[in-house]
T-cell receptor
Framework: KAGVTQTPRYLIKTRGQQVTLSCSPI?????VSWYQQTPGQGLQFLFE???????NKGNFPGRFSGRQFSNSRSEMNVSTLELGDSALYLC???????????FGSGTRLTVV | GDSVTQMEGPVTLSEEAFLTINCTYT??????LFWYVQYPGEGLQLLLK?????DKGSNKGFEATYRKETTSFHLEKGSVQVSDSAVYFC?????????????FGGGTRLMVKP
């Protein structure tokens, strides 16, 4: 059974650019969530999608957005990149509330 | 609001030593509780979970008991191995369990020496 797949694994972008990260959940999982991990702030929730609808949103500026497609694949976008956006972005999928997540290996974004 | 507090690391142990990583939480009601592990260069893996008070979650020799009296979910292992070196995160569902959001503790780095 394939796990959660995130692409790309690594990205280097320049301040002011935008970036799109992709996540393919485990087959059958309709809930997809995104987290940002940094040494200073730890793991912070970005947003959760379920059946193409954003169900929950964390406390991030509007530059961070996401979407989910009918096949449950999800993308997140960060516009007008700042140095502080450098982080490991983790995607996770789940079958049901309370089941816990299965995480992907993450996309490491470096903003220079 | 809901929160999770973990002991700060790093925790350095010799192989076969006993491990305890403390986790306490603040939450409304009695949510499920989780331990995740992150190996270098990888994402998080669900290590174990408990869904109600007094439940004991266990996996790969690790155990944690959901104790509502002390609002704790401490992770234990009787004999650690070098391969257990990783960062461990305690987590609970955020809000009212509507949807899948997790609040994580700050993580505890474990280093096991041969």
């Amino acid at each position: 059974k394939a796990g959660v797949t995130q692409t790309p694994r690594y990205l280097i972008k320049t301040r002011g650019q935008q970036v799109t990260l992709s996540c393919s959940p485990i087959s059958g999982h309709r809930s997809v969530s995104w987290y940002q991990q940094t040494p200073g702030q730890g793991l912070q929730f970005l947003f959760e999608y379920f059946s193409e609808t954003q169900r929950n949103k964390g406390n991030f500026p509007g530059r961070f957005s996401g979407r989910q497609f009918s096949n449950s694949r999800s993308e997140m976008n960060v516009s007008t990149l700042e140095l502080g956006d450098s982080a490991l972005y983790l995607c996770a999928s789940s079958l049901a509330v309370g089941d816990g997540y299965t995480f992907g290996s993450g996309t490491r974004l470096t903003v220079v | 609001g809901d929160s999770v507090t973990q002991m700060e690391g790093p925790v350095t142990l010799s192989e076969e030593a006993f491990l305890t990583i403390n986790c306490t939480y603040t939450a409304t009601g009695y949510p499920s509780l989780f331990w995740y592990v992150q190996y270098p260069g990888e994402g998080l893996q669900l290590l174990l979970k408990a869904t109600k008070a007094d439940d004991k979650g266990s996996n790969k020799g690790f155990e944690a008991t959901y104790r509502k009296e002390t609002t704790s979910f401490h992770l234990e292992k009787g004999s650690v191995q070098v391969s257990d070196s990783a960062v461990y995160f305690c987590a609970l569902p955020k809000g009212n369990n509507a949807g899948n959001m997790l609040t994580f503790g700050g993580g505890t780095r474990l280093m096991v020496k041969p």
